[in-house]
């Protein structure tokens, strides 16, 4: 038998060894990746560089990506300003108006005093804390928005200075020098993109996303309402007895410092008592006041 039929040979030219290199081309990126999977050098990215490559997206674009992120985990809304102004309203009407009641009725004021005493107490109390958290959310705004303008002044004006202050606040927080001067550049070569980063870092807040006024007003209000009524139902319902407006109150304060707990991801038994504990004090503080000035005027 011929030598040449006993080892065949394949025909035409080898395909070379695939190396892994995805479909997208040689050195480029994986489809879907982009260059937020990869640094310079093709290795992962760092989070400073991270970072960088999403001061420089569109703001359609990092929208889009923050959709699109899939960690397992929600985070609630904690930037709106509504949740402070509204557990300070109802604890805060709760506790007022049951001291008040408490102080009153101490003074062997009649039912209706006592519910013309209570009435009054919600309606000034509540918008008191309107008017309060309105004025102060308000100035607490008006004064990021001018500590912004500073920096927004200096952005402007000292560029350089500020890249290497940007440069810094990386290097203080472990990033390499020669790094954390790039990605300095990179973020300072778009204005709202670092003023928005000098704000985070110097000032700790956001100045896109402030409170609102009229959310933290609306909230203290309408919370500080419905606790302040729960120690006059009683009354108001034709019980005209202060035991149970206590009673009333001791049940609210333990339930709203549970529930409050548990939203904070706290011991419900821990913020209930907590709760109670701090109402009764306050009432009890009031009552002994109420007697005592009752005993004396009358």
């Known amino acids: 038998m011929p030598d040449d039929e006993t080892t065949p040979q394949a025909s035409g030219p080898q395909e070379p060894a695939r190396t892994g290199t995805p479909s997208g081309g040689a ?25 960088a490559q999403a001061a420089r997206r569109p703001r359609s674009e990092e929208s889009h990506s923050r959709r699109s992120e899939a960690h397992g985990h929600h985070h609630r809304d ?13 604890m805060d009407g709760l506790v007022t108006n049951v001291s008040l009641i408490a102080g009153v009725g101490g003074g062997g004021a009649e039912s209706k005093v006592i519910v013309l005493t209570g009435l009054a107490g919600l309606a000034a109390g509540a918008l008191s804390m309107a008017t309060g958290e309105y004025v102060s959310v308000s100035s607490q705004n008006e004064l990021v928005r001018s500590e912004v303008s500073k920096e927004k002044y200096e952005l402007e004006h000292n560029p350089e200075a500020e890249r290497r ?9 472990g990033v390499d020098a020669d790094l954390a001067d790039r990605v300095a550049r990179q973020v300072s070569d778009r204005p709202e993109a670092a003023l928005r980063m000098h704000v985070r870092e ?7 996303e402030l409170p609102s006024p009229l959310t933290a007003a609306g909230a203290s209000l309408a919370t500080f309402a419905v606790g302040a009524l729960i120690p006059l139902l009683p009354y108001l319902l034709g019980f005209g007895s202060l ?8 049940v609210a304060a333990f339930v709203g410092g549970g529930t409050v707990a548990k939203i904070t991801d706290r011991p419900f038994l821990r913020g209930a008592i907590r709760q109670l504990l701090l109402a009764a004090m306050a009432a009890a ?14």
């Open 165 to 173: 202050e940007l440069a810094a606040v990386f290097r203080h927080s």
């Open 243 to 250: 035991p149970a407006a206590l009673a009333f109150a001791a």
């Open 202 to 208: 110097e000032l700790g807040v956001d100045h896109h």
């Open 285 to 298: 503080l009031t009552f002994g006041i109420g007697r005592a000035v009752g005993a004396v005027v009358h």
């Open 78 to 90: 904690v930037s709106g300003g509504w949740l402070r102004p509204a557990v300070f309203g109802a």
């Open 27 to 51: 050195g480029g990126p994986a489809p879907g990746t982009g260059e937020s999977a990869q640094g310079g050098d093709g290795q992962p990215a760092s989070v400073t560089e991270r970072l």
